[in-house]
């Protein structure tokens, strides 16, 4: 019972973060701020986080679970590659749509003035997902019998960046660019170049 309720305070801790994240664009989230929207007291943050980093660690934690836990379900279910790369990519921005206080974090733009650690482990979550988009697409001329027009590295860091920024020009907007908004249309001019 206690262990539950230590948990569902985290769980409150990380939430509050997140909708501060997203409701106060460009400024800086102090723990006093937190405890105040959690309503408990800043000795009792530190109970369960022992700085303001381990809160943000604790979103990345989610971030990561979530993205890479259903990245290998689509790899699983299906096994194209046009397929696997095209539900990658929705799944990573319609989660950072829906979440928008996660993805000023994913674009770094929460990190200012943070530890740098932080600023490094959202860089590796986006390593991640360029390895997963480049060991795709190395395995279609072996599993489809298709070539690509280039290297898997270079197509793989293509989609990457293009992932990044629909996240970075969603957050530069005050979450006003849906990165929903064009979907459709830039994965249609992608797939073309990409898998003819």
Not at 9 to 38: D, F, H, S
Not at 98 to 120: F, T, V, W
Request: proline content about 3%; charged content about 25%; hydrophobic content about 40%.
């Amino acid at each position: 019972m206690n262990t539950k309720k230590v948990s569902n305070r985290k769980q409150e801790i990380l939430q509050a973060l997140a909708n501060m994240l997203e409701t106060n664009p460009g400024e800086r989230i102090t723990t006093a701020r937190l405890a105040e929207a959690v309503g408990v007291t800043e000795a009792a943050l530190y109970r369960h986080f022992p700085s303001k980093a381990r809160m943000f660690e604790g979103l990345l934690d989610f971030v990561e679970d979530t993205i890479f836990s259903r990245i290998n379900k689509i790899i699983e279910e299906d096994k194209q590659s046009l397929v696997r790369c095209t539900k990658i990519s929705q799944l990573i921005l319609l989660f950072a749509e829906k979440n928008p206080g996660i993805s000023r974090l994913l674009s770094g733009d929460a990190l200012m003035g943070e530890q740098q650690r932080l600023r490094s482990r959202v860089n590796t979550l986006f390593e991640r997902i360029e390895t997963q988009y480049k060991q795709i697409l190395r395995e279609r001329p072996m599993r489809e019998g298709k070539e690509l027009p280039c290297g898997e590295a270079v197509i793989a860091k293509l989609l990457t960046s293009w992932v990044e920024g629909q996240i970075r020009q969603f957050v530069r907007s005050d979450f006003s660019h849906l990165p929903s908004q064009h979907l459709s249309q830039q994965w249609h001019l992608l797939q073309k170049s990409i898998f003819g």
